[in-house]
């Protein structure tokens, strides 16, 4: 039988969130270089200790940083967030290009920079696993916080979009 995973997993919609982390870099203002991607591999994993889990491909940059630091912070997307998801979805110097624009601000607890969204976390690198080509990466929640509520965004069928539009139009009942 002919495996082929990114198409039967085209159909399994998921959140999509920005993780983000830094390295120390002294010409850096506040001595710390940020970076920050685009994860749509987020899962919860347990509720005490509170553990969250993000598959990062081997050979990642931004992995590599994220173990050196051993801190995240992950924010989930609105849908108003797909350019933020786009843009941050490109390779290192096009991330660097646009990170100071983009509305965030540093956690508290980690310092690593927190994106416009329904939701955040912070977290501490708590354990990591190659799983194939990516490592699991486990984190123990350090702190979240939720804002107003808003349609999130999804990938699903290979592309971004709203929950609402994934949902697609209403089909009429037959009365
Ligand atoms: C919707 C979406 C979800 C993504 N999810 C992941 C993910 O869970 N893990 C991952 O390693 N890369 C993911 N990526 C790719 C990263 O955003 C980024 O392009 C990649 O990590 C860059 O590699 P680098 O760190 O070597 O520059 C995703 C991209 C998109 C558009």
Known sequence: MELDLRTVMR???TGVGVVSTFTPDPGAPGGRRHDA????????VSCAPPLVALFLRHGSLFLADLLASRRWGLSILAAGGQDTARLLARSRPGRQEVLGALPAAPGEHTGALLFEGPGWMECALA???TVGDHLMVVG???ATGVRAR???LVFLHGSMTSAGAARGPKTATAS
Not at 38 to 44: E, G, H, Q, R, Y
């Open 11 to 13: 159909h399994f919609a």
């Open 140 to 142: 123990t929640v350090l």
């Open 150 to 152: 808003q349609d999130p």
């Open 37 to 44: 991607i685009t994860v749509n591999s987020l899962i919860p």
């Open 127 to 129: 354990d990591s696993f």
